[in-house]
């Protein structure tokens, strides 16, 4: 069995995001990165299926120098080796760009099955897994929250409206895109990222694809990012803890439910 | 004069309320539109669209397409794409929706908005608008290609009200095959916290940072108010509380007299789930937080001073 999981780096969580001065991004300079929360899962999954039989865990990144301590992480945890997609043209460009890309990523290399999250936390998208999985004209399902491998296909539960779960069966190879929650996401061990640092991490241009700029060239363009423009919003009370805290308890009274 | 399809969607043999919001935002843009309707035996579905506004609707009425597969319903979109040379193709944002539409886009090599908002005229040209950095920030988006494809969020616009003479086409959808076998549809298990009832909800968030918090922090603040207690979905994921305290659209929709959101930053799914609330408070440290665009009363403060004060005052205001 051999698995790709395609992992995507994203500001950390509590990062302060400011609108970068060109105004279609935000200002990464001094950011803290971390892998995409939907990521992770499908990177757990891939793992669980690796430590209950035999596979292989193949991790790859498209982005700049910094998407390296990514993929570290990801051997770090138990990944086999680690493919890093850097290229000035891949800046730009739109999810079917990325798609493009991990398609060549994963051309010749017969993956049974590719894992990615549903979304990324960044642009919120989530288009990169089906547009890939159809570029390599594989069966896919979006938002799983369980998959149960056997020979040859593998059942999966995709979440639905309301909690509801949509069961759907596919034959391998397939790529499945991963909704938050489904596992408990591992840790590196310490053990584990001093045995990382021997695993093959190769460094992939668009030119080692076998792909173009013009392959990649966007056929989506953010031409601006913006706060959102406010409405009348909440009524804001101020004052100390205690003061908000009494304003806060005559309103529940107001509302009967003291 | 752009040609505009709506892909349909039904639920359960009824047609969804987002595929009558898709009508209101084809009509806002302007131009020639046809529906899309995707089942099996959902003629009087096709019929009820096209007398809601949805122009001219293909009914793609077959056996093969009585349950949801992606492939086959991806070929149903394309036959009517080639039948409809659309310039622009609009989808619900459901689960269906996010399944399909990027598959779509690939196939047919062309740019697409997921989670749009809104569709403004721009110099001749459309624009996209959609939260993005998880409603942190719009954006503004461009599109090349043809088909422009964009899912539309359910809720984004008011649905069409309007009555018309309509027509209903069927189309051609002899051939479907699909990778994908369809197993079974699962309820969630009914869990024993029911918050659909609940007079009074008090939700925290990934804001109170670890388990112990809702244990030590919220659950007496709870207790002291008598209310419920309710969750965002990232405490619920990360295992701190059971799926039946979650709200939002993964969750639970409630509606009770107060919500008091703690540490919750207002995404979208989210506020799916507690919108209707009669009165809305939220404390959060972050003023831009969407949330304070739902509330009726908002804290801008640290949660850890504000929840034990007011935990204490609530003790007070009892005895
Ligand atoms: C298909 C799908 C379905 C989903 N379904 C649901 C659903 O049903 N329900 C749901 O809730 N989400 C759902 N989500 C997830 C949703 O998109 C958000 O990720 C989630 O709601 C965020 O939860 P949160 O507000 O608790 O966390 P965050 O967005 O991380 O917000 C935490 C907030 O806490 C505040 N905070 C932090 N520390 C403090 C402090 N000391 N004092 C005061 N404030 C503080 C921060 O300012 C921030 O605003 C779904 C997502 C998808 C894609």
């Not at chain 2, 029911?194 to 968030?205: M, N, Q, R, W």
Request: glycine share 10%.
């Amino acid at each position: 069995m051999k698995i790709l999981v395609c992992l995507k780096q994203v500001p950390h969580k509590d990062a302060r995001l400011e609108v970068a001065s060109d105004g279609s991004w935000i200002e990464e300079g001094n950011l803290k990165f971390e892998i995409n929360e939907y990521d992770t899962y499908a990177l757990e999954e891939a793992l669980r299926i690796k430590d209950a039989g035999d596979a292989e865990v193949v991790v790859v990144s498209i982005g700049p120098e910094r998407v390296v301590q990514s993929l570290r992480t990801a051997l770090g945890m138990g990944a086999d080796r680690a493919i890093h997609v850097c290229d000035d043209a891949l800046e730009k460009t739109d999810s079917l760009g990325v798609a493009k890309t991990l398609a060549a990523v994963a051309k010749d290399e017969e993956f049974d099955l590719v894992l990615m999250g549903l979304m990324s936390d960044d642009a919120n998208y989530a288009l990169t897994g089906p547009m890939l999985a159809e570029r390599l004209g594989i069966a896919h399902a979006a938002g799983i929250v369980k998959e149960t491998l056997s020979d040859g296909s593998v059942e999966v539960e995709r979440e639905l409206e309301g909690g509801s779960l949509g069961v759907v069966s596919l034959p391998l190879p397939c790529l499945l895109t991963t909704q938050t929650g489904m596992n408990e996401v591992r840790y590196a061990s310490l053990k584990g990222i001093m045995q990382a640092k021997k695993k093959p991490l190769d460094k992939k241009s668009l030119a080692d694809l076998g792909l173009t700029a013009s392959d990649v060239e966007p056929k989506v363009t953010v031409e601006k990012i913006y706060a959102p423009l406010k409405g009348e919003g909440a009524e804001i009370i101020e004052g100390s803890a205690s003061e908000v805290a009494d304003k806060l308890i005559s309103k529940i009274k107001e509302l009967g439910l003291l | 004069m752009a040609k505009i399809l709506i892909v349909g969607e039904v639920h359960n043999g009824e047609l969804l309320e987002a595929t009558l919001e898709l009508v209101t935002l084809a009509r806002n843009v302007g131009g020639e539109l046809s529906s899309l309707v995707i089942g099996s035996g959902v003629a009087a579905v096709a019929e009820e669209l096209s007398k809601k506004g949805g122009g001219k609707v293909l009914l793609a009425d077959d056996a093969f397409l009585e349950n949801y597969t992606v492939d086959a319903y991806t070929q149903v979109i394309c036959k009517a794409i080639d039948a409809e040379s659309p310039d622009l193709v609009l989808i619900p944002n459901t689960s269906s929706g996010w399944d399909v539409a990027g598959k779509l886009a690939a196939k047919l090599d062309t740019g697409i908005a997921t989670d749009v908002i809104r569709i403004e005229e721009d110099g001749g040209d459309l624009v996209f608008i959609r939260r993005m950095f998880n409603a942190k920030f719009d954006a503004r988006l461009r599109l090349a290609g043809s088909p422009r494809i964009a899912t539309v969020q359910p809720g984004a616009c008011e649905a069409f009200e309007g009555t018309e003479a309509g027509s209903v086409e069927a189309l051609d959808v002899s051939g479907l095959e699909s990778r994908t076998k369809f197993v079974e549809l699962r309820q969630a298990p009914a869990g024993g916290h029911d918050l659909t009832k609940a007079e009074f909800v008090i939700s925290g968030g990934r804001g109170l940072q670890k388990p112990e918090n809702f244990e030590q922090l919220l659950k007496p603040l709870v207790e002291a108010l008598g209310a419920q207690m309710g969750a965002s979905r990232p405490v619920v994921d990360a295992g701190w509380l059971p799926h039946d305290y979650q709200v939002g659209t993964s969750g639970q929709i409630v509606s009770p007299k107060l919500y008091i959101a703690i540490g919750i930053s207002g995404a979208i799914q989210h506020l799916v789930g507690m919108k209707n609330s009669n009165y809305i408070i939220a404390i959060n440290k972050d003023a831009d937080a969407p949330i304070f665009e739902v509330a009726d009363l908002g804290v801008v403060a640290d949660l850890f001073e504000i929840v034990p004060a007011l935990t204490e005052a609530a003790v007070a205001a009892k005895s």
